[in-house]
């Protein structure tokens, strides 16, 4: 069991509403990654959290933003949501940034009718 | 910025046999390539993983190979079992975040 948690476990939302995802690090982990893993897909690159800054953006849009908390928890929220952002939502904690490991949480799977 | 090559996207051996998985990579930079497994509607484990400074490694029937100067590393699983049927991906990163390779399907045949 690696200890990171994500909520929800799934969830249905309509074209242009907004939604927020959360993650749960792993005691100890200071550091936050988010990925969007579409069907049949490896998982890409969101951005990071470092310490409640963000620490890198790979090339996703705006309305995809974040936060993270004094605990390291962190929040993904996406506006205006779009059919293409139906995916499986995966957070990943680690030590620390740069080349350490990564642990992922199960993914919170949205839909976007 | 980097891109991470895998292949094949699918693989079928039968049990007992080996299973090879290859990936390349664009960025010299890079230094960390770690392999996940990723069951149905599970989350990606990390199986192994290695860094620049070595050029292979193993945990019982998995292994990993690197060759920085091919620019490329790949996973070896011996004695393969029904339970190792997943998919598998191979990441890279250095002055980047981790970019994935798009998955292998590796299908164990009993």
């Known amino acids: 069991e690696t200890g990171v948690t994500q909520s929800p476990t799934h969830l249905i939302k309509t074209r242009g509403q907004q939604v927020t995802l959360r993650c749960s690090s792993q005691?100890?982990?200071?550091?936050v990654s988010w990925y969007q893993q579409a069907l049949g897909q490896g998982p890409q690159f969101i951005f990071q959290?470092?310490?409640?800054?963000?620490?890198g953006r790979g090339n996703f849009p705006p309305r995809f933003s974040g936060l993270q908390f004094p605990n390291y928890s962190s929040e993904l929220n996406v506006n205006a949501l779009e059919l293409d952002d139906s995916a499986l939502y995966l957070c990943a904690s680690s030590l620390a940034r740069g080349q350490e490991t990564q642990y992922f949480g199960p993914g919170t799977r949205l839909l976007v009718l | 910025g980097e891109n991470v090559e895998q292949h094949p996207s699918t693989l079928s051996v039968q049990e007992g046999d080996s299973a090879v998985i290859k990936c390349t990579y664009s960025?010299?930079?890079?230094?960390?390539f770690p392999w996940y497994k990723q069951e149905l509607g599970k989350r990606p484990q990390l199986i192994i993983d290695?860094?620049?400074?070595?050029g292979e490694k193993k945990d019982q029937r998995i292994a990993v190979t690197l060759n920085k100067t091919a620019k490329h590393f790949s996973l070896h699983i011996t004695e393969t079992q029904p339970e190792d049927s997943a998919v598998y991906f191979c990441a890279a990163s250095g002055n980047t975040p981790l970019v994935f390779g798009k998955g292998t399907r590796l299908s164990v045949i009993a």
């Open positions: 960025d010299s930079a890079s230094n960390y």
């Open positions: 005691s100890g982990h200071n550091t």
């Open positions: 290695i860094r620049s400074n070595v």
């Open positions: 959290y470092y310490r409640e800054e963000e620490n």
